[in-house]
T-cell receptor, first 114, second 115 residues
């Protein structure tokens, strides 16, 4: 079975500070890992993904994430937060050898305070 | 088209009425998914279509929910005898080849309100 945990419902950071949104996963097999962002009253937008290769992946809007196989984590990071980064962030995973359906985490609401 | 298109963007319906939600995926995307998102919450999987294979309906919450995908393209999600707990944003997504690591492209959703 596949599962995704986002242990924090809410993350608050001050503008200009680094931010981290945590994600851990459980799959049988190698994971495909994704981050999506949802701005208010909008659909989900793709941020970045890890399929294979370098553990550090860079994505849209200055975000990056590091795949850590030993800790089964894929935390989302940004060196300097912007107020406009305030949104709902979803981590998603599927195994490369299991079905076709991604499992989404419950989401983490990021608030960047000016 | 350039993106996943959903219609209507908003729908208000009376309890007990039937509603149809439409999704037009990206051309060439063989996989199509429906999810439901309650106010500010996570995504609840509803149904998945892949090519000509039988759909995965394991997420449909009751037999009042059904979906079809005609010609491998446009999909319609139908909710019969709507209830207030059906109120949510219904999101459609498509993918070129999820088995190869392609992600989803989401539509903007249909906000359904049952009064």
């Amino acid at each position: 079975a596949q599962s995704v945990a986002q242990p924090e419902d809410q993350v608050n950071v001050a503008e200009g500070n680094p931010l981290t949104v945590k994600c851990t996963y459980s799959v049988s097999g190698n994971p495909y890992l994704f981050w999506y962002v949802q701005y208010p009253n909008r659909g989900l937008q793709f941020l970045l993904k890890y399929i294979t290769g370098d553990n550090l992946v860079k994505g849209s809007y200055g975000f990056e994430a590091e795949f850590n196989k030993s800790q089964t984590s894929f935390h989302l990071k940004k060196p300097s937060a912007l107020v406009s980064d305030s949104a709902l962030y979803f981590c998603a995973v599927r195994a490369d050898n299991y079905g076709q359906n991604f499992v989404f985490g419950p989401g983490t609401r990021l608030s960047v305070l000016p | 088209g350039a993106g996943v298109s959903q219609s209507p963007s908003n729908k208000v319906t009376e309890k007990g009425k039937d509603v149809e939600l439409r999704c037009d995926p990206i051309s060439g995307h063989t996989a199509l998914y429906w999810y439901r998102q309650s106010l500010g919450q996570g995504l609840e999987f509803l149904i998945y279509f892949q090519g000509n294979s039988a759909p995965d309906k394991s997420g449909l919450p009751s037999d009042r929910f059904s979906a079809e995908r005609t010609g491998g393209s446009v999909s319609t999600l139908t909710i019969q005898r709507t209830q207030q707990e059906d109120s949510a944003v219904y999101l459609c997504a498509s993918s070129l080849a999820p088995e190869l690591g392609y992600g989803y492209t989401f539509g903007s959703g249909t906000r359904l309100t049952v009064v």
